[in-house]
């Protein structure tokens, strides 16, 4: 589900298993070392949605990869939540490294407010100045 109405959804790597994953989702991040071939090969990715893979290990095995792979992992989250897309941020079991991110692209840009709905903060969702625009 949901978390409130940031855009974002937590689940296992069951939840970003293709293409049934397309469904409910318009990009995946997943945070494990474990791919599906077909997303691995670009194959299981359609043109209109989005895929990365930030290969992080299961617990204590790689202690550091989460910590390095964070800020890709945030960007390419926000990135999509701004354009207003449906983001699954998965891990093994969605309890650890997937709640993390979430956690992050939360506190750097959602509101926190209690009653707020963890929606994003307003200057995300500005019209006036949009991530392509600041690209080109």
């Keep these: 589900s949901i978390i409130g109405k940031s855009g974002m959804s937590i689940g296992t790597r069951q939840s970003g298993r293709p293409p049934a994953c397309w469904d409910d989702f318009d990009a995946i991040l997943n945070v494990t070392a474990m791919e599906y071939e077909e997303l691995a090969s670009g194959e299981g990715v359609p043109d209109d949605k989005a895929y990365l893979c930030c290969p992080v290990a299961e617990g204590k095995k790689d202690k550091y990869e989460l910590e390095n792979w964070l800020a890709v992992a945030v960007v390419f989250v926000i990135t999509n939540l701004v354009r207003e897309r449906r ?6 079991q969605g ?3 997937s709640v993390a991110v979430a956690m ?7 509101n926190l407010d209690e009653g707020s709905d963890l929606a994003l903060q307003p200057w995300c ?12």
Excluded at 87 to 92: F, M, Q, S
Excluded at 125 to 136: F, G, K, L, Q, Y
């Design 104 to 110: 992050a692209v939360s506190a750097l840009f959602c």
């Design 95 to 97: 309890m650890d490294r």
């Design 125 to 136: 969702t500005d019209r006036h100045t949009s991530i392509d625009e600041e690209v080109s």
């Design 87 to 92: 983001v699954l941020i998965h891990c093994a």
